[in-house]
C-alpha cells in the first residue's frame, strides 16, 4: 500500500532564494551607513548557524540585534521576498496545489512574513512552523517568543516529532537544521536543496541533491512542471566560449562544465558520454566517433558561422540537432568592408605607411570619392546584400552578381554574369560561400577582365582568389587597391607566422580574418546560439538548425508534446499514428518535416494518457529518438 508521502519544506534560501534577515537588515538600515557591514555580519552568523558552526538560538539573538527592525518594515520585506520566490517553487504550483495537506513549511525564520507569502501559493497557515517576534509599543522588533520550539536549538526534529505524522517524510532544505530532522530518525530522505545556495557540509550529509525543486519531483515521480529536471542536462562548452552563453545557459538551469581550449577526437569521445548539450567554436571536429559515444546528447552549438567541423549527417542520424550563428557578425563584415573600400579609394593604406615613416606626402593624385562609383558584389547573400544597403547609403552604385535568383535590395541592379560584374564595376567585392565549388573562382582571366584601376575586395574564404595572379595584378598597377583578409593558407594560431605574396603590396590591406570578429559580434553568438538549443529543447523547434529539417513550433501550453525522431523510411507516420489511435490519444496538432535521412514528427496531446503509449512509440522500427516535453 502506498504510504501517504509528507513534504517537509524549508523556507529562507530553499523556498526563497534569500535569507529573509538579510533582506530585512537591507530595509531596516538603509539609513544606516554602516549597512553594507552590518548585512556582512549577518551573513556571517547565518553561514554559521547553517553548518552548524554556532548554536541556532545564540545566532538568531546576534542576528536580530544588528538588524533592530520594527514592525513597519514588514510590509516591504513581504513584498521583495514574494518577488524572490525560488523559480522551480514558482513554476511547480500543480505540486503545492495536489500536496497542500501533505506540505509543511519548517522554518527557524518568523511567521510574520512567511505566513503572508506561503499562502499565496496555497499552503495553509496551519502548516506554517516557524518562530514569533516579539515587538514593544513602538513596533520595534526586540525579541523572539523563546517558548517556540523552533526558536530552541534543535527546534526542527522536536517540532516534527510533535507532528507526529505517519507516512513516508522528505525533508527537502538548504541548511544544517534540516538535516537535523534526517539525523534525529524523523524523515525517510534528506534533499540538500542547492537551487540558491551550496554548502558542501550539508550536501555530505544528503541522501540527494536537489538543485531544484524539479530534481526532487522528477525522482519520487510527482506532479512537476516539467517532463525533465533541467539540472539534469548538462552542457560542455569547449574553446573559449563568450560568458554570455554560458550565463545563459546557466540560467535555463542546465549544469554548464566549462573547458578553455579544444578537444582532441579521443578526449571528446570520452568527455561527451553523459553531455545533453555541447558548445564547440572552429576547432573542435565532432566526428562519427565522437557522436557514437554520445548517449545523451540533443545539440551541438557551433558558436561560430562554419559547420565543416562537425559530421552533420552523422549528428543527424543520432537524432543530434545542430545549430550555428549565421548572421551573427554579418555587420561586422560589412562595416569593414565598406570601411576597406573608402580607405583604398583614398590611397590611405600607402599614406599611413609613409607618415609612420616620416613622409608628408600631401597629394590628391590617385584619390577618389567613393559617390557615384559602380560597386559589383559576387554573392548577393547576408553579407553581400547588407553590404549593398550601407554602400548605397552613401552614393555608391551597387550591382551584384548571384548563382542563385535574389531579390535586387533600394535601387541595386542584378547582373546577367560575372562577367558583365567584372567589367563594368570601379569595385568589386567578394561575398560568396565557402563551397569546394568556388575555389579559385577568381584568378587571372577574371582580373583581366576587370577595370584597370579597380579596387578588390575579398572578406569571404581564401581559397576562391587566386592571391599569386592578385598579387601581380596589383604589381602591374591594374588593380589600384586591394583588401584581403582570409587566405589559402591561414597560421593556426597567433604564434604561428604568416606569409602571403600579398605582403608588402602597395595600397594593399592584409587583416588577419578579422571581418567578422569584433565583440559585438561574440555578443551576439553568444545569445543566437543558446537561445536555438534552449528552444529546441523547450518546444521541438529546429529553426535555423543547419542540419535538421527546420520547423517552429507553437510554444507548449496544456498540452504535452511527443517528439519523435526516426529514419525517414515508409510507413513510420502511419505507425505512430496507429499507436496513438490504439492508446485511444486526441492528437492537438501534429506537425511533420522530413529530410533525405530523418523524420522529425511532433505530436501534441491532451494530459491524460498511459505510459504504455511511451512504450510503444519506442519500439516503432527505425526510432532514432523520442522525448515527450511539458
Ligand atoms: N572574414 C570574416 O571574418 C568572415 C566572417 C563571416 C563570413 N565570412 C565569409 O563571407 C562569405 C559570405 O557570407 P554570408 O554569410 O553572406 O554567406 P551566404 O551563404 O549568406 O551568402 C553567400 C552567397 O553567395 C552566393 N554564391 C555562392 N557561390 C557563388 C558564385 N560562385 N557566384 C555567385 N554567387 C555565389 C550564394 O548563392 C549566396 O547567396 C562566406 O564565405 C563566409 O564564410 C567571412
Known sequence: MNQTKYFIIDFDSTFTQVEALDVLAEISLKDNENQANAIEEIKSITDQGMDGGMSFRE???????????????????????????SPSFQRNTAFIDKYRDQIYIVSNGFKDFIVPIVSKFGIKEENVFANEFIYNEAGAIIGFDEENMLSANNGKPNQIASLNLKGEVFVLGD??????????????????????????????????????????LFSQKLERAHSYPKNRIKALILENIHEGAIQRLKNEGYQVEIYPAGMTEDELAKAIKDVSVLGIRSKTQVTKKVLDNAKRLLSVGAFCIGT??????AALKKGVAVFNAPFSNTRSVVELALAEIIMLMRNLPDKMSEMHKGKWNKSANGSFEVRGKTLGIIGYGKIGSQLSILAESIGINVQYY???????????????????????SDI???????????KLIIGPSEFELMKHGVVFVNLSRGHVVDVDALAQYIESGKIHGASVDVFPEEPLSNDHPFQSPLMGM????????????????QENIADFVPSKIIEYINTGSTTNSVNF???????LSQAHRFIHIHK??????????????????NIGGQYLKTNDIIGYVITDIDKNYQEEVIKDLKLVQGTLRFRVLY
Do not use: W
Request: aromatic content about 4%.
Open 568 to 585: 525517414n523510411e515508409p510507413g513510420i507516420l502511419a505507425e505512430i499514428n496507429n499507436i496513438l489511435a490504439k492508446h485511444g490519444i
Open 506 to 521: 602597395k595600397n594593399t590591406i592584409l587583416t588577419p580574418h578579422v571581418g567578422g570578429s569584433t565583440l559585438e559580434a
Open 549 to 555: 529539417p527546420n520547423i517552429t513550433l507553437p510554444t
Open 175 to 216: 541548511g544544517y537544521t534540516d538535516y537535523e530532522i534526517k539525523k534525529a530518525g524523523l524523515a525517510h530522505k534528506f534533499y540538500a536543496f542547492t537551487e540558491n545556495v551550496r554548502r558542501e557540509k550539508i550536501l555530505n550529509e544528503a541522501d540527494h541533491e536537489a538543485p531544484s525543486l524539479d530534481e526532487f
Open 402 to 424: 548571384d548563382l542563385e535568383e535574389k531579390l535586387a535590395l533600394g535601387n541595386a541592379t542584378a547582373c546577367p554574369s560575372m562577367e558583365h560584374l567584372l567589367k563594368s
Open 308 to 313: 565543416n567541423q562537425i559530421d552533420l549527417n
Open 59 to 85: 545566532s538568531l539573538k546576534k542576528r536580530l540585534d544588528i538588524v533592530n527592525a520594527n514592525q513597519k518594515d514588514l510590509p516591504e520585506l513581504v513584498d521583495r521576498l514574494s518577488k524572490l520566490v
Open 428 to 438: 568589386v567585392s567578394v561575398h560568396v560561400d565557402g563551397r569546394e565549388e568556388n
